[in-house]
């Protein structure tokens, strides 16, 4: 009979997600000590499973970037340009709240590596698709990337704020719809202004 691998996928999952802890919360420059110690296995495994601690920060990120992707992904109800768009802002801040370590791991401190550099910029790519979609029926103006670009940026200020408590929880919901429907009149074109409402 075999020996057991000790270092096996369950561990190296274990592995990622205490360290998207730690990343969370100290950036990308935590001990890997407090790391290991916290799931009883010791840092040859972290260099068994992932080769180098930059490639376990490596991993960690890409991680957190696929996971964003599949829940707007997931998000995708119909291919009415706004309700899609919508479904998509709606999405993005659901995954954030559900899981804030992750979140701040995508767009937190970090190593850039060109494979953390596809990740993060992949995180946009269903935005982009729908705005551009919707910019091609007449619904949005504009450069689709410029609009996609200030899309993001009001909605990832939004959660950022919301994350850090500074939005009350029973105004939230209120204050993220009335946000959306600035944006979308930002973008809408006439005949679709009043198509998101506050």
């Known amino acids: 009979m075999g020996r057991p691998r000790l270092h ?21 420059d ?25 490639e376990l920060l490596e991993a960690i990120t890409l991680r957190a970037a696929r996971s964003l992707v599949d829940a707007q992904h997931e998000s995708h109800v119909d291919d009415d340009p706004v309700q899609r768009i919508l479904a998509l802002a709606h999405a993005w801040r659901q995954w954030a709240t559900d899981n804030a370590s992750m979140f701040q791991v995508v767009f937190g401190r970090g190593e ?7 990740a993060r910029d992949s995180t946009t790519e269903p935005l982009m698709h729908a705005v551009t979609s919707a910019v091609e029926q007449g619904v949005l103006h504009g450069d689709p990337e410029t609009s996609t670009r200030t899309i993001f940026a009001a909605v990832h200020g939004f959660i950022n704020l919301e994350l850090l408590g500074l939005y009350p929880a029973d105004e939230a919901d209120e204050l993220f ?13 006439p005949e679709h202004v009043d ?3 506050a």
């Open 112 to 118: 850039s590596t060109p494979a953390v550099d596809e």
């Open 30 to 54: 935590f001990s890997l000590r407090p790391l290991v110690a916290s799931i009883g296995t010791s840092t040859s495994a972290v260099y068994s499973l992932f080769g180098s601690r930059g």
């Open 8 to 28: 096996d996928e369950h561990l190296r999952l274990r592995l990622l997600e205490a360290a998207t802890e730690l990343m969370a919360t100290e950036g990308p």
């Open 177 to 189: 719809d009335a946000l959306l429907a600035a944006i979308w009149r930002s973008w809408a074109t």
């Open 195 to 197: 198509a998101v409402a």
